[in-house]
T-cell receptor, first 114, second 113 residues
């Protein structure tokens, strides 16, 4: 079985500040991990993914995430927040054994203050 | 390449009716997955189709069904609609399974009254 926990349903940062969105997962098999972003009235857009190999993954729009197996974490960071980053972010897990089934966290709404 | 398209974008139905939602994947993608998004339950996996075969199914009642055509387009059907079926239904397409990226469409917003 797999599950995802996102700490903090709402995160607020100032423009230019560090963005840190937390994600912890549980998986009985080697996981694939994803971060998606959702803007209002839109679908999900893939930010980045980890499957195998390098544990520090760089994505679009300046975001990156680090897979830490010992901590079962996959936190999303961005050095400097921009107003356009305000959206809802979802962490998701899957595995080869589960095909394309994504198990999502509850989501974190990011607010960026000017 | 065109992205994933879903039709219709908005739908209002009455309890007890049935509804069919359509999804056209990215050209060349053979896998289509469906998800339900609600404020209370979040994003939940419904099912996945690959080459016209259902490969994986989530924990939803039999009122929820789907199919995939030879051109990889997929439809999802919900029969005997309930108020709780009001949700955003998202379709995602992928070239394959597992480590492949899944690309989501804009969703169909279903409201059941």
């Amino acid at each position: 079985a797999q599950s995802v926990t996102q700490l903090g349903s709402h995160v607020s940062v100032s423009e230019g500040a560090l963005v840190l969105l937390r994600c912890n997962y549980s998986s009985s098999v080697p996981p694939y991990l994803f971060w998606y972003v959702q803007y209002p009235n839109q679908g999900l857009q893939l930010l980045l993914k980890y499957t195998t190999g390098a544990t520090l993954v760089k994505g679009i729009n300046g975001f990156e995430a680090e897979f830490k197996k010992s901590e079962t974490s996959f936190h999303l960071t961005k050095p400097s927040a921009h107003m356009s980053d305000a959206a809802e972010y979802f962490c998701a897990v899957s595995a080869r054994e589960y095909g394309n089934k994504l198990v999502f966290g509850a989501g974190t709404i990011l607010r960026v203050k000017s | 390449k065109a992205g994933v398209t879903q039709t219709p974008r908005y739908l209002i139905k009455t309890r007890g009716q049935q509804v069919t939602l359509s999804c056209s994947p990215i050209s060349g993608h053979r896998s289509v997955s469906w998800y339900q998004q609600t404020p209370g339950q979040g994003l939940q996996f419904l099912f996945e189709y690959f080459s016209e075969t259902q490969r994986n199914k989530g924990n939803f009642p039999g009122r929820f069904s789907g199919r995939q055509f030879s051109n990889s387009r997929s439809e999802m059907n919900v029969s005997t609609l309930e108020l709780g079926d009001s949700a955003l239904y998202l379709c995602a397409s992928s070239m394959g399974q597992g480590s492949y990226e899944q690309y989501f469409g804009p969703g169909t917003r279903l409201t059941v009254t």
